[in-house]
């Protein structure tokens, strides 16, 4: 199985700033199968990055996405308050289960 | 619009079953996968399963394999999930989600709650 860890856990940030959030899978697996998700409280989560740098359709170009391997990142360029929300990586690769990373709380500081 | 649409919200006993649809539309049912994952509250995702509803074939976690079954039915596009012997711990919101470049679709989610 491979685990993805995701850090920070939590990471307080002001409107404006610029926000990197981290992804470390346990062994190396394709990029073309790491994806982002942003949830909300009592929301479904949202595809916003496929293919580890593939925006969603509709997802905001200050979203971006990129790493290889085993390292992985989310960067939001200029954070909008409507930003503030739970953060998961997943791999869904042909290794079986996929999994999702534990997930990294953005807030407001 | 490409929507999935999940049965509404469950109370059961510990030791019964539960099943969950969830109805696709707005796009072609037998083309892509679909994925059921769990979420406790406030906890993160878990995957538990998938399947091809084109041809029925399913893959589980191991966690939930034997205990969740994994069904459709391709005349009404949708997509069922089974889990047996519930216990509290199974009281979370249950989603299902379409994949096609990522996971693109997710249904509302389903909340079960196993009380005694």
């Known amino acids: 199985e491979i685990v993805l860890t995701q850090s920070p856990g939590t990471l307080s940030l002001s409107p404006g700033e610029r926000a990197t959030l981290s992804c470390r899978a346990s062994?190396?697996?394709?990029?073309?199968?790491l994806a982002w998700y942003q949830q909300k409280p009592g929301q479904a989560p949202r595809l916003l990055i496929y293919?580890?740098?593939s925006r969603a359709t509709g997802i905001p170009d200050r979203f971006s996405g990129s790493g290889a391997g085993t390292d992985f990142t989310l960067t939001i360029s200029r954070l909008e308050p409507e930003d503030f929300a739970v953060y998961y990586c997943?791999?869904?690769?042909?290794?079986?289960?996929?999994?999702f990373g534990q997930g990294t709380k953005l807030e407001i500081k | 619009q490409v929507q999935l649409v999940q049965s509404g919200a469950e109370v059961k006993n510990p030791g019964a079953s539960v099943k969950v649809s969830c109805k696709a539309s707005?796009?072609?049912?037998?083309?892509?996968?679909i994925h059921w994952v769990r979420q406790a509250p406030g906890q993160g995702l878990e995957w538990m399963g998938r399947?091809?509803?084109?041809?029925?074939?399913?893959d589980y976690a191991q966690k939930f394999q034997g205990r969740v079954t994994l069904t459709r039915d391709t005349s009404i596009s949708t997509a069922y999930m089974e889990v047996r012997s519930l216990r509290s711990d199974d009281s979370v919101i249950y989603y299902c989600?379409?994949?096609?470049?990522?996971?693109?679709?997710w249904g509302k989610g389903t909340t079960v709650t196993v009380s005694s």
């Open positions: 989600v379409r994949e096609a470049l990522g996971m693109d679709v």
């Open positions: 707005g796009y072609r049912f037998i083309g892509q996968y």
């Open positions: 399947i091809n509803p084109n041809t029925g074939d399913t």
């Open positions: 062994q190396s697996f394709s990029s073309s199968y």
């Open positions: 293919a580890a740098s």
């Open positions: 997943q791999q869904y690769s042909g290794s079986l289960p996929y999994t």
